[in-house]
T-cell receptor, first 115, second 109 residues
Framework: DTEVTQTPKHLVMGMTNKKSLKCEQH?????MYWYKQKAKKPPELMFV???????INESVPSRFSPECPNSSLLNLHLHALQPEDSALYLC??????????????FGDGTRLSIL | DQQVKQNSPSLSVQEGRISILNCDYT??????FLWYKKYPAEGPTFLIS?????DKNEDGRFTVFLNKSAKHLSLHIVPSQPGDSAVYFC????????FGQGTTLQVKP
């Protein structure tokens, strides 16, 4: 069982909808991440939160809006997405950013389809 | 510019034999290297890691080797089992993870 929980597992939305992806971890990790993964491609980093503050934004379009309400929760708010945004969205957490012996642990992702 | 490369898209191995997965990188600033396994419909699962100050790390059937001069990383799985069949990603880190393209391993019974 994964220790990073993502909901929902699947999401289908229209281009005018607003929805949110949720991620939760209870490992006491202080860094949390959002990745996007297209089919047969590696995960690509979107955002990094460290100690509940946005640390890295990989030039992600503003239609994706991350939020970290507390050290255990990470949300990704979606608005006016495009069909090319259809992908698997993965959340991960680690003890802190960088450093040795700090592997990231991933959830099982949310499969997002934009109609 | 692909900083982490896995040049073999796929690998097929007989059960009980050794599986060797390879990874090359270009950025000498990477200080931490990891291997992940991914099954369909699941997120990547952390397997094993190695710091740039070491050249070998073992965990059960999994051993990772790091050759800094060649900027080369490899994962050895001995003995290989059918349940090891999955996509394997190597990743390198300097403040953030950069993933290779993945290698699909098939272990035949």
């Amino acid at each position: 069982d994964t220790e990073v929980t993502q909901t929902p597992k699947h999401l289908v939305m229209g281009m005018t909808n607003k929805k949110s992806l949720k991620c939760e971890q209870h490992m006491g990790h202080r860094a949390m991440y959002w990745y996007k993964q297209k089919a047969k491609k590696p995960p690509e980093l979107m955002f990094v939160y460290s100690y509940e503050k946005l640390s890295i934004n990989e030039s992600v379009p503003s239609r994706f809006s991350p939020e970290c309400p507390n050290s255990s929760l990470l949300n990704l708010h979606l608005h006016a997405l495009q069909p090319e945004d259809s992908a698997l969205y993965l959340c991960a957490s680690s003890g802190n950013i960088g450093g040795s012996n700090q592997p990231q642990h991933f959830g099982d992702g949310t499969r997002l389809s934009i109609l | 510019d692909q900083q982490v490369k896995q040049n073999s898209p796929s690998l097929s191995v007989q059960e009980g034999r050794i599986s060797i997965l390879n990874c090359d990188y270009t950025n000498s600033m990477f200080d931490y290297f990891l291997w992940y396994k991914k099954y369909p419909a699941e997120g990547p699962t952390f397997l094993i890691s190695i710091s740039s100050i070491k050249d070998k790390n073992e965990d059960g059937r999994f051993t990772v080797f790091l050759n800094k001069s060649a900027k080369h990383l490899s994962l050895h799985i001995v003995p290989s089992q059918p349940g090891d069949s999955a996509v394997y990603f190597c990743a390198a880190s300097v403040r953030k993870l950069i993933f290779g393209q993945g290698t699909t391993l098939q272990v035949k019974p």
